[in-house]
């Protein structure tokens, strides 16, 4: 769990959002075990509210789950795994968006630039 904070966004808030990119990328599977509180706050060097609060946050928007004592888990909910990659990926093209508009890119430049810098990385 190698993480590089910003000072921008409370810890929390990142702590959710690397939760999210491994769900995205599939590197956090559905109904994996994901470590307790403690061992998170360890591992990212945080503080244990911290860790705690964002596994709060995790567990109202139904991305983990934790039956009575046992550890917690990545959802198995499709509908929340699919809204987690959707998000993810309306934030980044939204930002680029934002970025080529602003220095007045026409669209069919723009899309031409997207396939082929994709199909470039794409075959990395």
Known sequence: MNVTFNKRDPVYVQVIRYFKEQIATGNFEPGQEI??????ANKMKINPNTAQRAYKEMEEQGLIYTERNLPSR?????QVLQSVRDELILEAVGSFVTSVKSINVPLEEVLD??????QVDGDK
């Open 74 to 78: 990545i959802t198995r909910d499709e």
């Open 113 to 118: 630039l997207v396939k082929k810098n994709y």
């Open 35 to 40: 470590p307790s509180r403690r061992e998170l």
